[in-house]
C-alpha cells in the first residue's frame, strides 16, 4: 500500500559530501582520544585485548558474521570505525568522535568515566533508528546497547491473581506481570519473548520490528495497542541508568521520582539506560482471540467520505467529556479494543479513504463492533483474519506490512549485498520452503533488484495463504525474532543511502487527534495523510 512519500534525488551525492568533509576534519581531538584510549586499558585487559572482537551479524554482508571492535576511532582504523557506525533509521550515520560496544553495566560505567574525563558527550544507541541521527552524534562517544539484550536473562515477574494492578482504563483490565530486559533489545525481540513468557498477556511495540525499545519508550512509544494499554511512557515501571558521574540508579515511581518522570517522554538524555522494567497488559475479557481488520471506502461516492469522517470519529473518540466516566466505560468495550492506522486521500482521479489495524477480539466481535459503528455497511471492501494469540497477530502485521512495501524487506534480508549480484531470499532466510511461502517482488520497482519476499500481503490475492501464514511463515519468523543478533533484529547500516539515490522527505506517524468538524477532516484528506498508529482509547483522557 502507498504512504504518500515524495522522493528527492540527488540526495546520495550530497550525504556522500557531508562524508568526506567528516572524514577529513575527524583528528580534532585526537589528543582525547588517545586519553579515552588510555582510560579504558584496564577494560581492555579485562577483555583481554584492545582490538578484541566480538560477533555482531551485520546485513551488508553475504550472509557471514563480520566482527566489530570493542571500541574504535577513525584515525585508528577507519574501516572498523565504519562498520561500527550504522544509522538504521532513513538518514546517514553521523560522525562520532569513537564507538563503544557495551556488554555490561559495569562497561558502561567505565565508558561514561572514560568520556567524562576526556571531555566527551556521550550518545547511547539502542537500535540507531533515531532518524535525526541522535544515536550517533558528531563528535560524541557513542556507546552501543545491542549487546546487551540477552533473553536468556530476562527476568519476568508474574502478579498474582489478587496482587495484579488494575491498569489505564479500569474496569478489570490488570498488569498481569512484567519482563527487564537490556536496553539494546528490539521490537521483535520483546514480541517473541512475550509470546512464550506470557502467552496471554500484551507487551506494546511498535511498526518497525528492528526499532530498539528504549529509545521507543522514552520518546513516547505508540504502536497498534496503544489505545488499550497506554503509551510506550505509560507502560515502562522502571529504568535502571548511569548517569553522568558513573553512578547507577534505578528511577521508578517510588525512586528517583523526578528522573522517572523526565523519562516518560522527555528522551533518553538524562544517561545510559542499561535495562528496563516494562509491564505485560491483560486483553479484554471474555475474547481469547485477534484480529488484523481492514476497510476501504470509496472516496468519489456521494456523501460516502464525509459520512465515514464522521462516523470513524465518533468511533475513535465519542462525543463525551474525556474525564467522564462515560467516556472511559464506552471505549474500553469499542474504540479501545482497536489499534493502527489510516490513509486518507481523497483526489477524485485516484483517491481512497482506509483504515487498517488490530482489533482486541474475534473476527465475529470485531465485525459486531465495526458494524455498530456503522464502517462496515457504507465501506466498498474490508477484510478480517483471525489470529489465536496477540504475537501471532501482531507478527501478521509486521510481515505484512513489510511484504506490501517495495523497501522493507529487502533491507533486512541476509542476502543483501551491494557488491555482489545475489538472489535476495527471505524465505531461505528464515528455513522455509521459498516456492510455496514467497514470491517475486522488486525493490523499488527496479527490474534489476527482483528478490523473494514471504506471501503475508493481504493485498496480492494470488500469493496470499492464510494457512501458510499461520502455519509456516509466522513460526518461522518468531524463531529469528527471538535473537538479538539475527539478520532480522540487524538491518545493515545507511540502508536506503547505500542502494537509492534518492530519500524519503516525508513519512507518517501517530496521530493523537480531539475531535474536529467532519468538513475539516475533508479538508486535510484533500491534502492526504497517512498515520501509522491512532492514539485515541485513554491518551484522550
Not at 520452503?433 to 527496479?446: I, R
Request: aromatic share 12%; hydrophobic share 35%.
Amino acid at each position: 500500500m502507498g504512504v504518500g512519500r515524495r522522493m528527492l534525488a540527488g540526495a546520495k551525492d550530497v550525504v556522500l559530501a557531508q562524508a568526506r568533509v567528516r572524514q577529513a576534519t575527524s583528528n580534532v581531538r585526537s589528543a582525547k582520544e588517545d586519553a579515552c584510549r588510555h582510560r579504558h586499558a584496564s577494560l581492555h585487559h579485562r577483555i583481554p585485548a584492545t582490538c578484541t572482537t566480538v560477533h555482531v551479524e551485520r546485513l551488508a554482508s553475504v550472509r557471514t558474521n563480520l566482527t566489530v571492535f570493542k571500541l574504535t576511532f577513525p584515525q585508528v582504523d577507519f574501516a572498523q570505525f565504519t562498520i561500527a557506525n550504522f544509522n538504521a533509521g532513513l538518514g546517514r550515520p553521523r560522525f562520532p568522535a569513537g564507538i563503544f560496544y557495551a556488554e555490561s553495566q559495569d562497561e558502561v560505567i567505565e565508558a561514561v568515566n572514560c568520556a567524562r574525563e576526556a571531555g566527551y558527550k556521550i550518545s547511547p544507541r539502542g537500535r540507531g533508528h533515531s532518524y535525526q541521527g541522535l544515536s550517533s552524534m558528531d563528535g560524541y562517544l557513542v556507546i552501543d546497547m545491542s549487546l546487551m539484550c540477552v533473553p536468556g536473562e530476562f527476568e519476568d515477574t508474574h502478579f498474582d491473581d489478587d496482587e495484579q494492578p488494575s491498569w489505564l482504563l479500569g474496569g478489570g483490565q490488570k498488569a498481569i506481570g512484567s519482563i527487564k530486559s537490556g536496553s539494546g533489545c528490539t521490537n521483535a525481540v520483546m514480541l517473541a519473548y512475550t509470546a512464550e513468557a506470557f502467552p496471554e498477556g500484551i507487551y506494546l511495540i511498535g511498526s518497525c520490528p528492528t526499532v530498539g525499545i528504549t529509545g521507543y519508550a522514552t520518546g513516547g512509544g505508540q504502536g497498534d495497542t496503544t489505545p488499550w494499554v497506554g503509551l510506550g511512557i505509560d507502560d515502562v515501571l522502571s529504568y535502571d541508568i548511569v548517569l553522568y558521574d558513573g553512578t547507577n540508579v534505578t528511577a521508578s515511581k517510588d525512586n528517583h521520582k523526578d528522573l522517572y518522570w523526565a523519562l516518560q517522554g522527555g528522551g533518553s538524555g538524562y544517561g545510559v539506560i542499561t535495562s528496563l522494567e516494562t509491564a505485560v497488559i491483560s486483553p479484554p475479557e471474555p475474547s481469547s482471540a485477534f484480529t488484523f481488520i481492514f476497510c476501504m471506502y470509496n472516496p468519489t461516492q456521494n456523501g460516502i467520505a464525509r459520512e465515514f469522517f464522521k462516523r470513524f470519529q465518533d468511533f475513535l473518540v465519542p462525543d463525551l467529556p474525556f474525564d467522564f466516566k462515560k467516556y472511559k466505560d464506552k471505549i474500553r468495550t469499542t474504540s479501545a479494543r482497536f489499534g493502527g492506522g489510516a490513509e486518507y486521500f481523497t483526489n477524485p482521479s485516484d483517491g481512497f479513504l482506509t483504515f487498517q489495524g488490530l482489533f482486541l477480539g474475534s473476527e465475529e466481535e470485531a465485525n459486531s463492533t465495526f458494524t455498530e459503528a456503522g464502517l462496515l455497511n457504507i465501506s466498498s471492501a474490508s477484510l478480517a483474519v483471525e489470529f489465536s494469540s496477540y504475537a501471532e497477530a501482531q507478527l501478521f502485521i509486521v510481515c505484512s506490512t513489510m511484504s506490501q512495501a517495495p523497501h522493507f524487506w529487502p533491507t533486512w534480508t541476509s542476502a543483501l549485498d551491494r557488491d555482489v549480484n545475489l538472489n535476495r531470499d527471505v524465505c531461505v532466510d528464515l528455513g522455509i520452503d521459498s516456492t510455496k511461502y514467497c514470491h517475486e517482488k522488486l525493490f523499488f520497482n527496479q527490474p534489476n533488484w527482483p528478490m523473494r519476499v514471504p506471501n503475508c500481503d493481504w493485498t496480492d490475492v494470488e500469493s496470499f495463504d492464510q494457512d501458510g501464514v499461520k502455519n509456516v511463515i509466522l513460526p518461522a519468523i518468531k524463531r529469528v525474532a527471538i535473537e538479538p543478533q539475527s539478520w532480522f533484529n540487524r538491518p545493515g547500516q545507511g540502508r536506503f543511502g547505500d542502494d537509492i539515490s534518492e530519500l524519503i522527505d516525508t513519512y507518517p506517524g501517530g496521530l493523537l487527534i480531539g475531535r474536529l468538524d467532519p468538513d475539516i477532516l475533508l479538508e486535510i484528506a484533500d491534502v492526504g495523510v497517512s498515520i501509522y498508529h491512532f492514539a485515541h482509547g485513554k491518551q484522550c483522557q
